[in-house]
């Protein structure tokens, strides 16, 4: 009987425990379905939200590309007129330009005219002068000697002449001819007021004839 009693409890008890065990991953089997459905819903969720951003992207994308279409299609539109505009300025700039040009171009002609008349006169008068100058020391007398004892030639003066250059002149003639050699101090001396630096074209003055050497 104590065997049976003790069979039937150990039996009980075998059982009573299986059944705790069997509770317990029903449970936990439950829960774990709970979860499962819970992450597969989340995820649908994730799906859709991951669809719903693509397709806002893509609109977005395309807003973007149209936006900036219409602002390239604006921009062109806007450097076409500032380049007719800046071309209509740049043609009347031009025409002005080309009037102050033409007024300049008149103006330096008159002012060309006016220099070419003003040089011709004072070439002419610079022409003029020595040969009035030339004429007029032609018409003076040659200065009457300081040594009325003393031999002298007369020499007119040419263009280009320096006193200088002419003493040199006669005293290459004077040592041909076995004279002395002459100084510019005594042609000086020959014309009472001549300056060497004042000697014009045609201008007459003495040259004192030396003795032999």
């Known amino acids: 009987m104590r065997r049976l009693v003790l069979s039937v409890f150990l039996f009980l008890f075998s059982f009573a425990a299986m059944a705790a065990d069997d509770t317990a991953a029903l449970a936990e089997r439950r829960d774990f379905e709970e979860r499962y459905k819970r992450m597969v819903a989340e995820l649908e969720d994730m799906k ?12 977005l994308a395309s807003e973007v590309a149209r936006l900036r279409d219409e602002n390239l299609q604006h921009t062109q539109a ?9 071309l209509r300025k740049l043609v009347e ?6 009037s102050k040009r033409e007024s300049d171009r008149k103006l330096v002609l008159e002012q060309l005219e006016k220099l070419a008349n003003t040089t011709a006169n ?4 610079l022409e003029s002068r020595p040969q009035r100058r030339q004429q007029e020391e032609e018409k003076k007398p040659v200065p009457p000697p300081v040594d009325p004892n003393q031999e002298y030639y007369t020499y007119v003066v040419e263009p ?6 002419i003493v040199n002149a006669y ?3 004077f040592k041909k001819n076995g004279k002395k050699r002459i100084t510019v101090q005594q042609v000086l001396q020959a014309n009472p007021g001549l300056k060497p630096e004042r000697i ?3 201008k007459k003055i003495l040259i004192p004839v030396p003795g032999p050497q």
């Open 160 to 165: 280009g002449n320096t006193l200088s250059d």
């Open 200 to 202: 014009f074209a045609g």
């Open 48 to 59: 859709d939200a991951y669809r719903a951003l693509q397709k806002r992207t893509s609109d």
């Open 122 to 125: 004072s070439f002419a008068a």
């Open 93 to 98: 700039k031009m025409q002005e330009i080309d």
């Open 171 to 173: 005293n290459e003639d």
């Open 78 to 86: 806007q450097t076409k007129y500032a380049t007719r505009e800046d």
